[in-house]
């Protein structure tokens, strides 16, 4: 039996959207079906979701209003027959050996597991895209318009521009700042009903790229709570774009944190969203990170498939300047350093170092760009020069490993530091040749 104030969550969150307006329906569907009035106060669904048993004529109306059966309702009891009023992914998550409700479980957070178990509804259901309504706007306070949703939008596009070069260090503390500065004005200003889906929706990119820097930073817990509190906002703006991309970074925290269940069943809630922006660059983006998740699950079948899936919907991808801006990042040398870096997971160093090096050799618009990302490139040429290693190429692996030193000077990424502090691990092996040994000392 799932928590039952998960399965009440998911309710309010699809047939609702609040908790008062579930509970006015129920209230209507108690009346329609000859039971009389009731009451629909707000304390009376928090009772429930505390474990107080409703009436029977009251789960009759709440079964109905599902399209349960009151045959269910009496072979089942309380609370199980909810469980199927709720879709199978919430209860399961997909192509993985981890599910998505256990890694939250794990950690003991009944907070966090309900929102995880409220992603993967979202992302698992036809109805993902039928966003609760917003709350609603303020009336009171100074009055704002597009203008400044458009600062902020423009603000957290500099702060992902400098995280790319300069590392998460001090990006986190101005993702933060944005987030509370946004947060003010939702509370205390007054504007129209789309200005406010634009608030919340760069509120929730706020969020997520707090949760990116603390990740990058190190501090994956952190990351957690930001990246469900961006899920949440993401949710309410109704904004694909923005819920998409929360969840493919969300992802990639899983699967680097040894929960691949989670990073799959993440990536395929960001598929959902993904496909409602429109955008086949996404869509390839997202493939590749699947790819990621389920090479880390250790599942060659489906990380093959995910990365045919990530090339063929790249060839439909719209010119870079006409795309999604949230992707200026991803072209085909990005798309290839993942399929790379999944192969490398998979032991296949000789198919990692086919896909690095293609990440190298695609015309100029589309290869990797090393100078503009020195992060990223450091941290896929740690992988290829773990590829080369694996192949017994020292000299091949310390050409590339020097890279990786090159591009990380300067740049604060946790990340970054133990892809290369891993990699010298694996190079003491090998600490007697030559060539080998004078990297290692070269950087101690």
């Not at 669904?45 to 079964?63: C, I, M």
């Not at 009055?143 to 790319?164: F, I, K, P, T, W």
Request: include cysteine; charged fraction near 20%.
């Amino acid at each position: 039996m799932r928590d039952i104030a998960v399965l009440f969550d998911y309710l309010v969150l699809h047939h609702g959207g609040t908790a008062a307006s579930l509970l006015r329906r129920i209230a209507e569907r108690h009346k329609s079906l000859g039971y009389g009035g009731l009451g629909a106060h707000r304390q009376k669904l928090d009772r429930w979701k505390k474990g107080t048993e409703p009436d029977r004529y009251t789960q009759l109306a709440l079964a109905d209003l599902l399209n349960i059966s009151a045959h269910d309702v009496i072979r089942l009891g309380w609370p199980a027959w909810l469980e199927l009023a709720v879709p199978d992914v919430l209860l399961f998550a997909h192509h993985a050996s981890t599910s998505l409700h256990e890694a939250p479980e794990r950690a003991g957070d009944p907070v966090q597991r309900r929102r995880f178990l409220l992603l993967s509804a979202a992302g698992g259901v036809s109805a993902a895209l039928a966003m609760p309504a917003p709350a609603e706007s303020s009336t009171a306070g100074r009055r704002v318009g597009a203008s400044l949703a458009s600062l902020h939008e423009q603000r957290l596009d500099a702060l992902r521009h400098l995280d790319d070069r300069i590392g998460s260090g001090k990006v986190y503390s101005g993702a933060v700042d944005e987030y509370n500065m946004i947060n003010d004005t939702l509370c205390t200003a007054s504007y129209p009903e789309p200005i406010e889906d634009r608030l919340i929706a760069v509120a929730a990119d706020a969020q997520r790229a707090a949760g990116w820097t603390a990740y990058d930073s190190g501090d994956p817990e952190t990351a957690e709570e930001h990246f469900a509190t961006a899920a949440e906002l993401a949710l309410k703006s109704g904004n694909p774009e923005v819920m998409a991309n929360t969840c493919a970074f969300w992802a990639i925290k899983c699967y680097s944190t040894n929960e691949p269940g989670a990073a799959a069943s993440l990536v395929e809630t960001a598929q959902a969203y993904g496909r409602a922006t429109g955008s086949a660059r996404m869509i390839a983006m997202l493939h590749a990170r699947a790819c990621r998740a389920y090479a880390r699950a250790h599942d060659p079948r489906a990380s093959d498939r995910a990365a045919n899936a990530a090339l063929s919907a790249y060839e439909k991808a719209t010119p870079l300047h006409e795309d999604l801006s949230s992707l200026y990042w991803v072209n085909q040398g990005e798309i290839h350093q993942l399929l790379g870096s999944s192969a490398l997971n998979l032991g296949r160093p000789s198919l990692a170092l086919h896909h690095f090096e293609q990440a190298a050799v695609s015309n100029r618009s589309e290869t990797y760009d090393g100078d503009s990302f020195p992060r990223g490139a450091a941290i896929y040429e740690a992988r290829a020069a773990e590829a080369y290693l694996a192949l017994n190429d020292l000299d091949g692996a310390v050409r590339t490993a020097h890279q990786a030193v090159d591009h990380m000077g300067g740049v604060r990424s946790a990340r970054g530091s133990t892809a290369l502090a891993d990699l010298r691990s694996k190079f003491r092996e090998h600490g007697q040749v030559p060539v080998i040994k004078e990297f290692l000392e070269m950087t101690r």
